[in-house]
């Protein structure tokens, strides 16, 4: 497994921006797609983004699309997600995750994903 170690999270004002990292320990990082998952109080986890192995693949919930950018950068092991104009809804938990397959295809599927952050807290406030 990958260990993951994410960063970036806080308070804001709705409307404003935040940058998570994530970085992964795993000298083969570079092969593993990587995603992006969220959980607010009282709710089930979610997807919210997710990119391939390589970077030329993303995909994204339909409440974060055209708000949040996922993007990858292998030669430093680390995942980001870039958020824009954020609002109260987005409030929660947020987790980077690897997928189990080495070169795998991307998905949304949580149980795709077996290595998992610590999570950093975003909280927007209205």
């Known amino acids: 497994q990958v260990q993951l170690v994410e960063s970036g999270g806080g308070l804001v004002q709705a409307g404003g921006s935040l940058r998570l990292s994530c970085v992964a320990s795993e000298r083969t990082f570079n092969t593993y797609p990587m995603g992006w998952f969220r959980q607010a109080p009282g709710k089930q986890r979610e997807f919210v983004a997710a990119i391939g192995w390589s970077g030329s693949r993303s995909y994204y919930a339909d409440s974060v699309k055209g708000r949040f950018t996922i993007s990858r950068d292998n030669a430093k092991n680390t995942v980001y997600l870039q958020m824009n104009s954020l609002k109260p809804e987005d409030t929660a938990i947020y987790y980077c995750?690897?997928?189990?397959?080495?070169?795998?295809?991307?998905?949304?599927?949580?149980?795709?994903?077996?290595?998992w952050g610590q999570g950093t807290q975003v909280t927007v406030n209205s």
């Open positions: 995750a690897a997928e189990k397959l080495r070169y795998g295809a991307v998905t949304t599927e949580q149980i795709s994903y077996d290595s």
